[in-house]
Structure formats: C-alpha cells, structure tokens
C-alpha cells in the first residue's frame, strides 16, 4: 500500500484535494470515483504518520484503552464505522491520535478497510491490535473485537503495573544501599582512620577488614567510579548490538532468587493471554505464536515459541511441542492438552491467563512481605558491623574486652 496526495474534481466541477491509501493508481481513481470525484493529479507520498509524530505527543496504552472503550460503544450502539472513527477524530484529547484517527477516517471513507488503514501508523497500533482488528472486520464481530481488545489493552496496563511493583522497588532499595556503603566507606570511616591507629591496640580482624575495604575504595576511587558508569553502558551496548546478549540476560533474570520466578510468572502470563485473544479472534494457531514471540518481552520463551511454532508446522500438536521446553509449567502443558482435545482451547487459554492474574498480586505481595524485613535486617547489619569494627578497639582500651 502506497500514500498518495491528489486532487480531484465532483460533478459540479469544484476541485478537492487531499491524502488516501492505495495499492496503485488505478485503485486510487476508483475510490475517488466511488466519493463521486474524478482524479485530476496524484503524487506518492509518505503517510502523515510519519511526519506528525514526535509533534503531537505520544499515543500512550491509555489512550487506546479509551479509543476502543468508545468504539466499542458506538459500534455497538448501531452507529457506522466511518461516523464512530469521525467522532472520535474530533473528539480525542490526543492531539497525536485525533491527525492519526482523521487521516483513517478519510481512508475508510475512500473504502479502505479499517484494519489496512491503522496498519500504516504501526507506531501508535501494535500488530496484535490491528490483527484483532482484521480478524475482526473479516467475521462481521467488529463491535465484539473493540471489546475483547479493551479488555486485553486494560489486562496489559494492570500486568505493567505488576512489573513495576516487583522491580522498582527492589531496583530503589539496591540503590539506596549502594549509596550508604560508598557514604559510609569514603566519608564516614576515613574519619576514624587516623583514631583507630593512634589508639595503638591491636585491632581485630573485623576492623581490618573494614578499614582495608575504605582505603581500597578512597585509593582507587579511578577504578570502580567509572566501572559503575561502565557496566550500565556496556549492558545498554549488548542489549543493541551484541548477538545473543538478550538471551544471556533474559535467562540470568529467569533464574534470579525470588524474583526470577515473579517474573517467569509475568512472561507466562503475557504469552497465554495474548495466545488467548489472538486465538478467539480467529487468528490461526501459528500466526498466533509468531505474533506472541513479539509480545513476551523475554528473548529466551521467545526463541521457545520459535521452536514451538516449527514443531506445530510440521504436524506436532501445540501441548506437545510446549512439553518440550522446561520453561512451560506441566500445569499448562496440561489444561492445554485438555483445550487442544476439547475444542475448547481458547477458553482453556483464557483459564490459565485467569489463574496468573489471581496469583501475580498474591505473589508480589508475598515477596514484599518477605523483601521489607530482609532489607531492614541487612540494612540493621551493615551499619552495625561497621559501627561494631569502630568502636571495639576504644572498648578494648578502655577494658571492656
């Protein structure tokens, strides 16, 4: 599909211009035709998409939900396609969604269908939603779809959600103590140095060991200072750049204590929901998986739905090849068996994606519960020692060891 600008004249002669979707000219003339004008000039062209974005403001996950809660609305309530995109052009708070929701107006009015016309702004409707839309459009239920995909945009922001309460909280108490130790082993103990050595007592191992680490840090401040800039700069440069990085990382995030499993249940939870739409959308079972692999946000069960996805092309039933990876729990390998059985697979799916959402929160307020003593506890340590391989040489001078 091409972007063209044209001007075109009606039956009274009055000249038109504007901006349309199309294959080719001859595609092009007859969409003006089917408007009742006859095309004059066209001239291929980038899409307005392009152009605008970055200018009006980003289109952000709220913005969707709302756009599909109020498509969903009108289209339900009998109001044409065309006239519900029309509304919502000149009534969305976006300024950035309202030019992307007129120039797909124009389209759809021109005859385009609406699934091809959002596919020319990918940057602001993902793949998984346009799919839901095409499917959708092809079953006649384009009402049903805005609603399947409110209910899928408002599960996305609440799994977002999720993911930030299980790391930036320990991601903020990691830097906190960092901060203490480099305040406590560069400011706070140099202090105590010059005293400790003029009290001329033998001073024991944990005060050693102490004053050795502040005096490695305050002398070789040039070492460790730029390797902490370093190491953030270096994970960004393998994220981008280095091939297979991701996966390393992915899979050390997999396996973390405590968090590895939170976050393995998030993943889980994102691939059985989005397998779950795409699946009642009427999408087929491999074009699912391959639009999955994009939506996991972990390369390492994405390279398994890759594998997955091959295994199923060459005949092997879907809970099969997830037996096959160790990732995919036996509990949903099993209610997948069942659902592939049945013909129940997307309500199976739908199943398993409400068990991780009941279980997350669980899981997240227990880790909590288990993080905020733990931190307090080792924060309680930290100090105590250092205070402790101060003070115990003036207490043994003064006789109290």
Request: aromatic letters at 8%; glycine letters at 6%; hydrophobic letters at 45%.
């Amino acid at each position: 599909m091409a972007n063209f600008h044209y001007r075109a004249i009606n039956a009274q002669g009055q000249p038109a211009e504007g901006e349309m979707t199309a294959s080719d000219l001859s595609q092009l003339e007859q969409r003006l035709q089917h408007m009742g004008l006859w095309l004059v000039r066209a001239l291929e062209t980038q899409p307005k998409s392009s152009t605008r974005t970055g200018k009006l403001g980003k289109v952000k996950s709220r913005d969707l939900l709302e756009f599909s809660t109020h498509m969903f609305t009108l289209l339900d309530a009998g109001i044409p396609l065309s006239q519900a995109l029309k509304n919502l052009s000149e009534g969305s708070p976006n300024l950035q969604l309202r030019a992307t929701l007129q120039s797909i107006f124009q389209q759809v009015e021109a005859g385009s269908p609406l699934h091809a016309a959002m596919k020319q702004h990918p940057s602001i409707f993902p793949p998984q939603v346009t799919n839901l839309v095409q499917a959708g459009e092809e079953s006649n239920t384009l009402a049903e779809t805005f609603q399947e995909l409110e209910r899928y945009l408002d599960w996305a922001d609440q799994i977002r959600g999720d993911i930030r309460q299980a790391t930036i909280y320990p991601s903020i108490v990691i830097c906190a103590v960092t901060g203490l130790l480099i305040l406590l082993f560069t400011f706070v103990i140099p202090r105590f140095i010059p005293v400790l050595h003029d009290l001329n007592v033998p001073l024991p191992f944990v005060t050693v060991l102490v004053i050795g680490a502040s005096e490695f840090m305050v002398n070789n401040w040039f070492i460790w200072i730029p390797m902490m800039l370093i190491l953030p700069l270096t994970w960004w440069i393998g994220r981008h750049y280095i091939a297979g990085f991701s996966n390393w990382r992915d899979q050390i995030i997999l396996e973390l204590p405590v968090l590895g499993e939170l976050l393995t249940m998030l993943t889980l939870s994102k691939f059985v929901q989005n397998f779950a739409v795409l699946n009642r959308a009427g999408l087929p079972v491999l074009h699912c998986l391959q639009l999955c692999q994009g939506l996991v946000g972990n390369q390492v069960v994405a390279e398994a739905l890759r594998d997955i996805q091959r295994s199923i092309a060459e005949g092997s039933t879907i809970h099969d090849a997830l037996s096959r990876h160790p990732i995919f729990p036996p509990m949903m390998v099993q209610m997948i068996a069942v659902g592939e059985t049945t013909g129940n697979l997307s309500k199976t799916l739908m199943n398993v994606s409400h068990y991780y959402n009941q279980e997350i929160p669980r899981r997240v307020k227990k880790i909590f519960a288990i993080l905020e003593p733990v931190i307090t506890l080792g924060l309680i340590s930290i100090v105590g020692t250092v205070a402790l391989a101060l003070f115990m040489p003036m207490m043994s001078l003064m006789g109290g060891f």
